[in-house]
Structures are given as C-alpha cells and as structure tokens.
C-alpha cells in the first residue's frame, strides 16, 4: 500500500486524503479524459487477457453502456468492448500531448492510398446450417460442424468483403436495440436482425464518423459526430434513431476554446442529454434538439475536459489551472454544468477509467510513479474509500477508438454496493474479484479456470453475468455468479469445432453483447483487403 501526498487546495467540503490512498499494482493506462492523438487510435496490443473488455450498456435505460450504475440500464443487457487503447495526457504548461502508457501498435496509414473504403460484393450471411455460399471465401460455411451433445449453436455468422487504405476499415461501436443489433461499418450505420442476421436498415452518413458512444436514450436513440465534407474537422452532430434505422437531426457543432477543429470527439449520454468533448473545449446539448445547453471555455479555475453521465448523473474530469496542473473530479447539473462538489486528486494523478458514475468509482494513476488507486465517492463527493487487493488489474478506455472517453473501461461491473473487476496473467490464469463498496475489501474472487479469462458484464438483480473465454481456441460460455460469490450457472454454452475458432478469433479486436439470451460477437475494425471477412456473430439457443 503506498501513501499518497496530500492534494493541493483540497476543497473544504471534503477530509485530507489518508494515509494508505489504496491502490492497485499496475500502471494506469490513459489520461484524465482528453482524446489520444493521431488518426490511429485502433493499435492492438498482444497480451493477456487478449485485450481488456470494456462494459457498456445497451441501450440507455440507463445512464447507457458505460454508466455501470445500478438501474441504469434495461436488464439483460450489456456489452464488452475488447480493444488497445493509447494512453496520453496534456503536456503541462502546453497544449500537447504525450503518450505514457501503452504501446502503439497499429499499423500507420500508407501514403497516396485511397481513404474511402469500396464494397466489393455483397455481405455474406451464413445461418451455421451449412448452407452459406462460401463461394472462393475461407469463412467456414457449417458454423456448427463439431458442436457437442448439450452445447448452443452459433446461430449466424455476417461477413463482409471491402477495399480499403492501408490503415483499415473502422467498424466500432455495437448496439443491441429491439429486434436489431446494429454497426457502424466505414461510414454507414447498420441494423441486423437478431434472429435471423438479416440486414434491416442501413443509413449512410457519407464521411468519417468520428465520435459515438454505446449509450442510448430509452427509446433507442443515440447521437454521433462526423466530420464535416471536406474530412477537415469533426464537427456535424447527428441524432441517431436505431430502432428504425432514421436520420435525425444534423447540427454542426461549434468548437470553443484552444482549438476550432477535431479530429475527434468523445460522447457520453443520459436520457435527453449528452456531452461531448474535444482537445481544449467541450460542451452539453439537448439529444432531441441538439440544442447547446452549456460549455466552458474559460481559463480561469479548473475547467472541465470530459464528462461521464448514467444514472441520471453527470460528473466532469477537470484541468486545474494551478502549478502542478492537478485534476480535480466535480459533478456536474445536467443542464447547467454547475458544480455542486468537487474532489481534487493529488499532484501527479489522472483519471484511468469512470467505472460508474452512480454510485462514483474513479481510477486513478500516476503516470511517474505508476501508482495506482480506485476511489470510491458518496453522493457529496467526498471519499468513501478506495479499494484494496492483490492482483494485475487490466485499464482500458477509448476501446476501438479515441471517442469512446473515459466509460467503456478495462474489464468490470457495477452494482449499488459491489465492483467487480477481471484480474489475472498468462501464469495466474483469469480471475474476477470482487470489492465491496463500503469497505473497498475483497468480497470473493472467481477462478476462470485452465488459463481461461473472465470479463464481468453486467451485475444486475443479485447476480453477476460474465463471459469466460479460451484464448487457446476453445468454447467459450456466458455464466452467472450469485452476488455473494459461488459456482457459476451456465447461462450460454458456446459450440466447440468451427465454431469455437472463429470465436477465438474476434478476441484481438473485439466488441460482445449478451442480451436476452443471445450472444453476439463483432469486430472494431477490418483489415480492408477486398477478401471475405467476419464482421458480426450470433450465438443462441
């Protein structure tokens, strides 16, 4: 346990932080909430677990994905995002950017190629019944082939065949709304139907997305920024219907503060309010109007950089204008931005993860000392108490891309008095652990078992449903835990054979949700190569 300085000008309203300021060992793995840098934000890292999932909620009931708070979302439904993320911080005394954790992976864009992807041929879609086309593709037709007696089927399997840059073709965010799973594949938004994996709707937006969230508003609506015509800037708001598959809205949003261009935005959402944030500025807006609410741009005091919201909560990640340029955590009036509490971290430390927003669960990192401490606040922003265990505790935010903010992070769930979060390495094997709110102790751990690893997805009606994965190619299952701890149920088994391989094969760059008893599996980004490739799969009963 390492003692941590004491914050500089600690609010009153709140007590000096204690010796023991808990943390866990690893170093923190991304800034206080400004976007990473550059247009290549999709790196993947090897490692183990293969890469670190990323909870959110589908859709919004909620505070939406990545809000993580008891409530906020329609039960049975949740996601993981499993993606490299670069971690950066703000140069202080500057306007820079500067990478300290994490290793960047991705492949750089080739010069003089072409940016726009080129569809070649139409999406393939496989039932797993054996009689998919397959036609000159090395995507297996029988899905099922070699499945067990007592093992669930995989029910569909989409492919795509594309050209693109170099770079690759983003296809992030996965939605299940409805009778609809829905991707953003290049510049297009598409609904599948979950049964059947048939395409439903399709919008083209026309240019680079460049800003979305996993949220959604109740009634299935969600809000994305694109950049403008010329790709010059992200800044075209668009209202997002993903129930029907309609175009809302399109409100160019203006850009105040350091900088009048992005080259990407993060996005949180909360019911009829979301918030967006860019390098140097940041503001909030009506989601069925687009309709600016607030923002700050002012220099003085500790202004806001980013913002979390779910559960009928928002809380801002601010930049503190004083000599050692601390961060300071404030919450934050969903229609005004004003602060009514605000807690101040010590010299040196940034935000790695908004693990949920109600109740409040920050983590937090040095990046020179590597220290590392998970904070638990109460309703008036003062600490409750920080969490304390033993294990290598994996934080990753920004998922497939650098709009995905500070939610969506590393591998965990939230309940009203429990934080679970997925913990272990290639010698341990995968584990869960979970702390209690109250005391920041350990409650139980989990075992995934045979070097399996374990990601938490939603922890909901004094159950914890989880995904356990083989890295080694292997079936892999969704399982409940009681709140208490104990053997799993097993709510899902995957098939074993074709099945089970293209399973293992999504795990370096993927995004899964399991909602009302299907389990669906896509990746963040194609290669682009003009060849028949997976691009979302569907497992069930």
């Known amino acids: 346990m390492t003692e941590l300085p004491q914050p500089p000008n600690q609010p009153p309203n709140q007590p000096p932080t204690p010796s023991g300021y808990g943390h866990l060992p690893g170093p923190p793995q991304q800034g206080h909430g400004f976007p990473p840098p550059g247009e290549n934000p999709y790196a993947q890292q090897p490692g183990y677990p293969p890469q670190p999932p990323t909870v959110t909620q589908q859709p919004v009931g909620p505070g939406g994905p990545g809000s993580s708070g008891p409530g906020t979302a329609p039960k049975k439904k949740r996601t993981l995002l499993i993606a490299a993320s670069v971690a950066a911080v703000l140069v202080l005394g500057g306007v820079g950017y500067v990478a300290f954790s994490g290793e960047d992976k991705d492949p750089k864009p080739v010069a ?25 593709s090395d995507i297996p037709t ?63 937006l026309r240019t680079e997305i460049c800003g979305l969230t ?27 219907d993903l129930k029907t598959g309609k175009e809302g809205w399109t409100k160019e949003l203006a850009m105040e503060g350091l900088f009048k261009t992005a080259s990407s935005t993060t996005v949180t959402l909360n019911g009829d309010i979301f918030a967006l944030a860019w390098m140097g500025g940041q503001s909030a807006h009506r989601l ?10 002012g220099p ?47 010299k040196g430390y940034q935000v790695n993860a908004v693990y949920s927003v109600s109740p409040t669960v920050i983590d937090a990192g040095n990046r020179d000392t590597k220290q590392r401490a998970i904070l638990v606040l109460d309703e008036k922003g003062q600490k409750r108490n920080t969490l304390s265990g033993d294990g290598n505790f994996v934080v990753n935010c920004g998922g497939s891309s650098s709009s995905d903010g500070l939610q ?16 272990g390495d290639e010698s341990t094997g995968g584990e ?68 089970a391989r293209i399973e293992s094969s999504f795990l370096s760059s993927q ?14 980004r194609l290669v682009g190569d003009n060849k028949d490739e997976k691009l979302l799969m569907a497992f069930g009963k």
């Open 214 to 240: 996993g949220q959604t508003s109740p009634d299935g609506k969600t809000v994305m920024v694109v950049k403008n015509a010329d790709g010059s800037n992200c800044n075209q708001m668009k209202l997002i």
């Open 300 to 346: 003085e005091g500790c202004k806001p950089m980013n913002y979390a919201a779910g559960n009928n909560k928002m809380i801002a990640v601010a930049l503190c204008m004083d000599a050692d340029r601390t961060i300071e955590i404030q919450d934050a009036d969903l229609n005004t931005g004003k602060k009514t509490w605000s807690y101040r971290l010590p």
């Open 142 to 204: 029988d899905l099922n082939a070699g499945r067990k007696p007592g093992e669930d089927k995989a029910l569909w399997l989409n492919t795509v065949k594309m050209e693109g840059p170099g770079s690759g073709i983003p296809a992030k965010g996965l939605w299940v709304v409805g009778d609809a799973v829905v991707k953003t594949v290049d510049k297009s938004v598409i609904g599948y139907g979950v049964s059947d994996g048939k395409e439903k709707w399709k919008i083209d």
């Open 432 to 499: 869960i652990v979970a702390f209690d709110l109250g005391t920041g102790k350990v409650k139980w751990r989990a075992k995934a078992g045979d070097k399996k690893v374990l990601a938490p997805l939603e922890a909901a009606n004094g159950r914890l449903t989880a995904y356990r994965t083989d890295p080694l190619g292997g079936a892999g299952e969704i399982v409940s835990f009681p709140a208490g701890g104990g053997e799993p149920t097993t709510l899902l088994k995957l098939p074993s054979g074709t099945s």
């Open 408 to 423: 969506h992070c590393g591998k965990s769930a939230v309940d009203a008095d429990t934080v679970y979060l997925a913990a």
């Open 288 to 297: 069925s109007t687009g309709d600016k609410l607030f923002s700050d741009a």
């Open 511 to 524: 995004s899964a949700a399991y909602v009302d008893g299907r389990f669906f599996l896509s990746v963040t």
């Open 112 to 136: 003089q190629e072409p940016t726009d992807a080129k569809p070649s041929g139409s999406p393939t879609l496989d039932k797993g019944d054996g009689d998919g086309n397959g036609k000159g």
